[in-house]
């Protein structure tokens, strides 16, 4: 691990990471129509209107208003709701959580049942097992979360009264009520989930359980299970926790529908309520911050498979 | 015994799941086996479903559907009205068929915008290689990494809720996905014989990659494009809960205007919702069909 690939990998991060925001800052001023107007609605006066201009600096050009806006993100400052004046940084400070809380809890679900069930019908291959445990996660990866959604919400929230239709309970205020809030939810994201990772360590497993030590491992006489979960999981668990990783970032700002179905009060349910009242400073730096997010989850996955493998290093 | 671990060489292992990253399937059984099967059952019943929804596209609004009845508002499947109504009286069955147009010519445009989008990109970029295709390929990789739900939102709320702007903002979503298969099989194909023969007989960029690449990437296309239909489809639906969807009745409209009504009649969403799944289920299904047929996979390089 030379320092010049360090530097060349940081250099190639900082250029992705500002073409990035510039996007995401273009997307919403390449947008046709008067910003004015659109946060007007018809009903300012000229006053009004001269005081929006000044605080969103539409005299200034594009790429002046893109450089202020990036060094106010730099230092912590993500601009302001126009209609409440709210910090932007204040609203991420509650969002962000809830959003983290729904992504890791969709993580861990999915893996705990998506990993034994992938040892499983990698060691079953070609079982009656394995053909319907197939069939069934095909059946979930076509199913969208927001179809899945309605269902659990008709049968065990409006049907079977198990668990709310929908709302948020902070951890601290009551942990039960907390997780019966997030089941749903959790549940919505985390079948295709399963799908997508049961499949993917089922295709690695089958791989790696014709390594050479395994048939080594199975004529010393070890268990079975040993050498599935010790010998053969360690290997192949390794692409799973990447995939996985990249979802983290794919939901964090990927999880709108189930946010607003469900009532809860993060990044999704933010953006979605920028949208509909036009906040755009706001909405830029949300689809910044989710950008930014993904790319720098990627870069570390990235870079830390070059540390334990310096095949991709020099490749 | 349960003990023996079953391998490759015992024929136990489906096929398209031991396809290593290069290199063909080269067990000789399975290549057989993918020849000789014919269409499955789940292939027809998905064929069929897929016919359904082509006639309601087309022929829906002469069916002889049930018309709109107030003593049936709010109730679950009757006679007269098998899948019930929704709080006006208005049929959900009839509300569904209605629906299924808008959505439909969505989807195929968009697929259609996005397959000559992603096509060319994909060609150029895989054809000529070098900085090209680093340009290119980036372009399709910052696409990717924006959030796309949110992009299309606000394309869709900015620049105004028609028909042609859904479509703008869902070929925005499904072009990087058209584009980067093209890429990787250009690339493989762009070194063949028969490439570099076009070539050396003085055939032009042009027409080395519409005559003789295109044709063999069109497969891998096409069974993305299946998948991308159906990602389409959903995303219409996702749209119209965000209040950002298309205007008239839609299957994702259909959801959007009766989920408050959720809890004293679940029917009106429920059957829109089913419509989309099946649909997905059925593209997703033949799309897996034809990369099986035609061996198809993204990571060429």
Same mark, same amino acid.
């Given at each position: 691990?030379?320092?010049?690939?360090?530097?060349?990998?940081?250099?190639?991060?900082?250029?992705?990471?500002?073409?990035?925001?510039?996007?995401?800052?273009?997307?919403?001023?390449?947008?046709?129509?008067?910003?004015?107007?659109?946060?007007?609605?018809?009903?300012?006066?000229?006053?009004?209107?001269?005081?929006?201009?000044?605080?969103?600096?539409?005299?200034?050009?594009?790429?002046?208003?893109?450089?202020?806006?990036?060094?106010?993100?730099?230092?912590?400052?993500?601009?302001?709701?126009?209609?409440?004046?709210?910090?932007?940084?204040?609203?991420?400070?509650? @969002? #962000? =959580?809830?959003?983290?809380?729904?992504?890791?809890?969709?993580? !861990?679900? *999915? /893996?705990?049942? $998506?990993?034994?069930?992938?040892?499983?019908?990698?060691?079953?291959?070609?079982?009656?097992?394995?053909?319907?445990?197939?069939?069934?996660?095909?059946?979930?990866? @076509? #199913? =969208?979360?927001?179809?899945?959604?309605?269902?659990?919400?008709? !049968?065990? *929230? /409006?049907?079977? $009264?198990?668990?709310?239709?929908?709302?948020?309970?902070?951890?601290?205020?009551?942990?039960?009520?907390?997780?019966?809030?997030?089941?749903?939810?959790?549940?919505?994201?985390?079948?295709?989930?399963?799908?997508?990772?049961?499949?993917?360590?089922?295709?690695?497993?089958?791989?790696?359980?014709?390594?050479?030590?395994?048939?080594?491992?199975?004529?010393?006489?070890?268990?079975?299970?040993?050498?599935?979960?010790?010998?053969?999981?360690?290997?192949?668990?390794?692409?799973?926790?990447?995939?996985?990783?990249?979802?983290?970032?794919?939901?964090?700002?990927?999880?709108?529908?189930?946010?607003?179905?469900?009532?809860?009060?993060?990044?999704?349910?933010?953006?979605?309520?920028?949208?509909?009242?036009?906040?755009?400073?706001?909405?830029?730096?949300?689809?910044?911050?989710?950008?930014?997010?993904?790319?720098?989850?990627?870069?570390?996955?990235?870079?830390?498979?070059?540390?334990?493998?310096?095949?991709?290093?020099?490749? | 015994?349960?003990?023996?671990?079953?391998?490759?060489?015992?024929?136990?292992?489906?096929?398209?799941?031991?396809?290593?990253?290069?290199?063909?399937?080269?067990?000789?059984?399975?290549?057989?086996?993918?020849?000789?099967?014919?269409?499955?059952?789940?292939?027809?019943?998905?064929?069929?479903?897929?016919?359904?929804?082509?006639?309601?596209?087309?022929?829906?609004?002469?069916?002889?559907?049930?018309?709109?009845?107030?003593?049936?508002?709010?109730?679950?499947?009757?006679?007269?009205?098998?899948?019930?109504?929704?709080?006006?009286?208005?049929?959900?069955?009839?509300?569904?068929?209605?629906?299924?147009?808008?959505?439909?010519?969505?989807?195929?445009?968009?697929?259609?915008?996005?397959?000559?989008?992603?096509?060319?990109?994909?060609?150029?970029?895989?054809?000529?290689?070098?900085?090209?295709?680093?340009?290119?390929?980036?372009?399709?990789?910052?696409?990717?990494?924006?959030?796309?739900?949110?992009?299309?939102?606000?394309?869709?709320?900015?620049?105004?809720?028609?028909?042609?702007?859904?479509?703008?903002?869902?070929?925005?979503?499904?072009?990087?996905?058209?584009?980067?298969?093209?890429?990787?099989?250009?690339?493989?194909?762009?070194?063949?014989?028969?490439?570099?023969?076009?070539?050396?007989?003085?055939?032009?960029?042009?027409?080395?990659?519409?005559?003789?690449?295109?044709?063999?990437?069109?497969?891998?296309?096409?069974?993305?494009?299946?998948?991308?239909?159906?990602?389409?489809?959903?995303?219409?639906?996702?749209?119209?809960?965000?209040?950002?969807?298309?205007?008239?009745?839609?299957?994702?409209?259909?959801?959007?205007?009766?989920?408050?009504?959720?809890?004293?009649?679940?029917?009106?969403?429920?059957?829109?919702?089913?419509?989309?799944?099946?649909?997905?289920?059925?593209?997703?299904?033949?799309?897996?069909?034809?990369?099986?047929?035609?061996?198809?996979?993204?990571?060429?390089?």
């Amino acid at each position: 691990m030379s320092w010049r690939y360090v530097g060349r990998r940081l250099v190639q991060l900082v250029v992705v990471l500002l073409i990035v925001t510039f996007f995401s800052f273009m997307l919403i001023n390449l947008l046709p129509g008067d910003p004015v107007d659109n946060l007007c609605t018809g009903v300012c006066d000229q006053e009004q209107e001269a005081q929006i201009r000044e605080e969103l600096n539409l005299d200034e050009g594009v790429v002046q208003r893109y450089f202020d806006w990036l060094g106010g993100i730099l230092t912590g400052d993500f601009g302001r709701y126009y209609d409440s004046g709210v910090q932007v940084s204040q609203v991420l400070e509650s @969002a #962000l =959580p809830v959003s983290l809380q729904l992504v890791i809890y969709t993580q !861990i679900v *999915a /893996l705990v049942i $998506a990993i034994p069930m992938g040892v499983l019908t990698a060691y079953r291959a070609g079982t009656v097992f394995d053909r319907s445990s197939n069939a069934t996660a095909f059946g979930f990866l @076509a #199913l =969208p979360n927001y179809v899945l959604a309605f269902y659990l919400i008709s !049968i065990f *929230a /409006l049907g079977l $009264a198990w668990f709310p239709p929908g709302g948020y309970v902070y951890l601290s205020d009551n942990p039960i009520e907390h997780f019966k809030s997030m089941f749903l939810p959790v549940m919505a994201l985390a079948a295709g989930q399963v799908a997508v990772y049961m499949r993917l360590l089922r295709s690695d497993m089958i791989q790696t359980l014709q390594e050479d030590y395994i048939t080594m491992a199975k004529a010393k006489g070890m268990p079975p299970r040993r050498v599935l979960f010790r010998h053969a999981l360690r290997p192949s668990s390794l692409t799973l926790l990447t995939v996985a990783g990249l979802n983290v970032g794919t939901l964090i700002g990927g999880a709108v529908i189930i946010e607003v179905l469900f009532e809860l009060p993060g990044m999704g349910t933010q953006i979605f309520l920028t949208i509909n009242n036009n906040e755009y400073v706001a909405l830029q730096s949300y689809i910044a911050i989710i950008g930014v997010a993904y790319v720098l989850i990627n870069f570390s996955i990235d870079f830390t498979y070059s540390l334990v493998d310096p095949r991709i290093r020099h490749g | 015994m349960a003990d023996e671990i079953p391998t490759v060489a015992d024929g136990a292992v489906e096929e398209r799941f031991v396809e290593t990253v290069e290199g063909l399937p080269t067990d000789p059984e399975h290549v057989k086996a993918r020849r000789r099967r014919g269409l499955g059952l789940t292939a027809w019943l998905a064929l069929g479903w897929l016919a359904v929804v082509a006639l309601m596209a087309i022929i829906g609004p002469y069916l002889p559907l049930p018309e709109r009845d107030v003593s049936c508002a709010r109730e679950g499947p009757a006679a007269g009205h098998p899948l019930g109504c929704d709080q006006r009286g208005n049929d959900n069955l009839t509300l569904v068929v209605e629906g299924t147009r808008p959505t439909i010519t969505l989807a195929v445009a968009v697929i259609a915008g996005a397959m000559i989008l992603g096509g060319i990109a994909g060609l150029v970029a895989g054809y000529f290689r070098g900085r090209t295709d680093t340009a290119l390929t980036n372009v399709l990789n910052i696409m990717l990494a924006l959030p796309q739900l949110v992009l299309a939102m606000a394309i869709v709320r900015f620049m105004g809720q028609t028909f042609w702007n859904v479509a703008l903002a869902l070929v925005i979503v499904a072009t990087p996905l058209l584009g980067r298969i093209t890429r990787a099989n250009t690339l493989t194909f762009s070194e063949r014989e028969f490439v570099l023969a076009a070539k050396t007989l003085g055939a032009k960029h042009g027409r080395v990659m519409v005559r003789e690449i295109l044709p063999n990437v069109l497969p891998a296309m096409f069974s993305i494009a299946l998948l991308a239909i159906a990602i389409v489809i959903v995303a219409e639906g996702g749209l119209a809960i965000l209040n950002v969807g298309l205007t008239e009745t839609s299957w994702g409209t259909l959801i959007a205007e009766n989920r408050g009504q959720l809890r004293r009649n679940p029917w009106p969403v429920i059957v829109p919702v089913t419509v989309i799944f099946f649909t997905v289920l059925a593209f997703n299904y033949l799309g897996d069909v034809v990369r099986e047929r035609f061996d198809v996979r993204e990571s060429a390089l």
